[in-house]
Structure formats: structure tokens, C-alpha cells
């Protein structure tokens, strides 16, 4: 399975852009599925997941209220709708996958099996 993430881009501060992952053959992963972001000389941190069970969805302290994930009715696009973006917000944003993934587990990069290639984000001021 390879995902594919992305709508990246350049925004003002303020602004608002949405990320798309999808995987190749148009296997569901409308579950499991989380996104991370990584800026340059950090961590890996985890954005926003939707759960395996249910399709609860989780968000980091930093970006609940302002990121909404989400997937398609068919579950093979999840998105990323980002509002009120900020400069601290700039980073590669990477989709990763694992169907089986466990709920206390989705914060955690080392979970997951799958990977996107990633897609730039950067915020002005």
C-alpha cells in the first residue's frame, strides 16, 4: 500500500488549507489513519487521528479547534481541514496508516506501517 498525501502549500497567517492522503488501488484507510508533522530540526508530532473502532477522531493540545479530520464516505480519502493556520504550524505534514492499530497507540509514530511522502506546509506572518 502507498499513500499519497497531498495540498500543501504557502498561506498568510490566518488562513486555511486542506490535506488529502489517499492510497494506491483505492484500499480503504478511512480508519487507523493519522497525521503527523515534522519541522525542520524537531520531532515527529502527531496531528490528528481517527480511530480503528468507531471512527473516533483524536487531536493534538496545539491544534483542536482549528484542524478537523476527516474522511470520505467511501473511507479511501482522509483529510486534514486546517483554520486559522499560524506560523507554528509550518512543517512536512506526513499521512500514516496501520488498520490494526490500537487507540493508546495512535499518537505514536513507531505504530503505525504505513507512510505518505509528505507534503509542505509553511505559514507567513
Known amino acids: 500500500v502507498q499513500l499519497q498525501a497531498s495540498g500543501g502549500g504557502l498561506v498568510q497567517a490566518g488562513g486555511s488549507l486542506r490535506l488529502s492522503c489517499a492510497a494506491s488501488?483505492?484500499?480503504?484507510?478511512?480508519?487507523?489513519l493519522a497525521w503527523f508533522r515534522q519541522a525542520p530540526g524537531k520531532e515527529r508530532e502527531f496531528v490528528a487521528a481517527?480511530?480503528?473502532?468507531?471512527?473516533?477522531?483524536v487531536y493534538a493540545d496545539s491544534v483542536k479547534g482549528r484542524f478537523t479530520i476527516s474522511r470520505d464516505k467511501d473511507k479511501t480519502t482522509v483529510y486534514l481541514q486546517m483554520n486559522s493556520l499560524e506560523p507554528e504550524d509550518t512543517a512536512v505534514y506526513y499521512c500514516?496508516?496501520?488498520?490494526?492499530?490500537?487507540?493508546?497507540?495512535?499518537?505514536?509514530?513507531?505504530?503505525?506501517?504505513?507512510w505518505g511522502q509528505g507534503t509542505q506546509v509553511t505559514v507567513s506572518s
Open positions: 500514516a496508516w496501520n488498520p490494526r492499530i490500537i487507540f493508546s497507540s495512535l499518537g505514536v509514530p513507531s505504530s503505525y506501517d504505513y
Open positions: 488501488g483505492r484500499t480503504v484507510i478511512g480508519y487507523g
Open positions: 481517527i480511530a480503528r473502532s468507531g471512527g473516533a477522531t
